[in-house]
């Protein structure tokens, strides 16, 4: 009697293969562990559970860990193609890839902000004789960036900001004002003070991730039948925004702009 073996292939990994599977595994860990370090201190820091200066230095840390474990991902990767593994590890060591690219963008492109963009936290439409804060001064207490303005911070906004300028409106004073200040509960800004009569708006914005408070003054002039609108807005604390205030101000024109059927 012949007895039949059916001999069932054993697939056995090649060392680089299970160099990348560890590496798989190891670099999922770290990119899950860096999203902690990276996404949550900014929520922490706005509930007040977490100190700025931590919260900021676990973002930088966590993204500098996972882009060297995003380069460590990739040769994971690299590893397990065409190897004998199961495709289950190659899935792994791709999420872990993806993972922490993902982690490292943020900080990344914060990096990048920080060196191309001026090094500035007051922007104003009018560098010469910019808007001056009167309402939110009483909220300011503690804050680290003075409300007078510096002359040198001017040069530098021209310099990277060339296009803000003030907006000019073939309207009303009066009829600019209504806009100006739907314009800013619009944009969730916290209004401090609104005065038809003096033509000014104060406010505050809340940014999102840290909740950093920034400071915004609007300040309407008549000119001729028309009018000009001067924005100001102002960071408490960091020496550089990293363009959030001329971000606002850009957005905020428009709007006043679109309003007021001038775009």
């Not at 899950?32 to 930088?60: K, T």
Request: hydrophobic share 45%.
């Amino acid at each position: 009697m012949v007895v039949a073996v059916l001999h069932t292939p054993v697939h056995r990994s090649t060392p680089p293969a299970r160099l990348g599977r560890a590496l798989g595994y190891l670099t999922l860990g770290i990119g899950l562990m860096c999203a902690v370090a990276v996404w949550l201190p900014g929520p922490a820091h706005r509930l007040e559970l977490l100190p700025l200066g931590i919260a900021l230095q676990s973002v930088r840390l966590g993204g500098t860990i996972a882009l060297g474990a995003a380069g460590l991902a990739l040769v994971a990767v690299l590893l397990t193609l065409g190897s004998s593994s199961r495709s289950r590890w190659r899935r792994r060591a791709r999420w872990a890839l993806l993972i922490n690219l993902a982690v490292a963008a943020w900080p990344l492109y914060m990096l990048y902000q920080g060196q191309t963009l001026p090094k500035i936290h007051d922007i104003s439409t009018d560098t010469a004789n910019p808007p001056t804060f009167d309402a939110v001064l009483p909220l300011r207490r503690g804050a680290k960036n003075p409300a007078d303005y510096v002359a040198a911070t001017g040069a530098e906004q021209r310099k990277g900001y060339p296009d803000i300028v003030p907006l000019q409106l073939p309207l009303a004073p009066a009829v600019v004002f209504d806009n100006a200040e739907r314009a800013a509960r619009a944009m969730g800004w916290q209004v401090v003070d609104a005065s038809p009569a003096k033509l000014r708006i104060e406010a505050i914005d809340t940014t999102p991730v840290f909740g950093f408070k920034d400071d915004i003054v609007v300040r309407i002039t008549p000119q001729g039948s028309g009018s000009v609108v001067d924005v100001r807005s102002l960071s408490r604390v960091g020496s550089s925004d990293l363009g959030a205030n001329a971000k606002r101000v850009r957005a905020y024109l428009q709007r006043v702009a679109t309003a007021s059927g001038a775009s």
